[in-house]
């Protein structure tokens, strides 16, 4: 889903309310996550999961095209964690729920 699909069916369950307000509203929450991130600060919706940012070392990789090894320089990257019930409505027959962080899987 992208952010115009996410303002039409807000539209359709909200007929009372002009797409322009809709338009805002979104954009206005998302410009509050991405400033908060900015900062450093973790953001945190119940139920459907948290939004924190993760600081990842210098390091060296390797170009894929010549294998030469190039030096990454450290930077901020976001991460999302799963909320329960989240979890709970994406797996409903799962045994382990606590699963769900996009960034634990890379050091």
Do not use: W
Not at 8 to 24: A, G, S, T, V
């Amino acid at each position: 889903m992208v952010k115009s699909e996410l303002i039409q069916r807000i539209l359709e369950q909200n007929r009372h309310l002009h797409q322009r307000d809709i338009e805002k509203i979104v954009q206005v929450i998302l410009d509050a996550l991405t400033t908060a991130m900015a900062r450093g600060d973790r953001v945190e919706l119940r139920g459907v999961g948290a939004f924190s940012v993760k600081n990842r070392a210098a390091r060296a990789g390797r170009n894929p095209r010549t294998q030469a090894y190039v030096s990454v320089k450290e930077k901020a990257v976001p991460c999302f964690k799963t909320g329960k019930e989240m979890r709970e409505r994406l797996n409903p027959h799962a045994d382990d729920l606590n699963a769900g962080h996009c960034c634990d899987a890379r050091p």
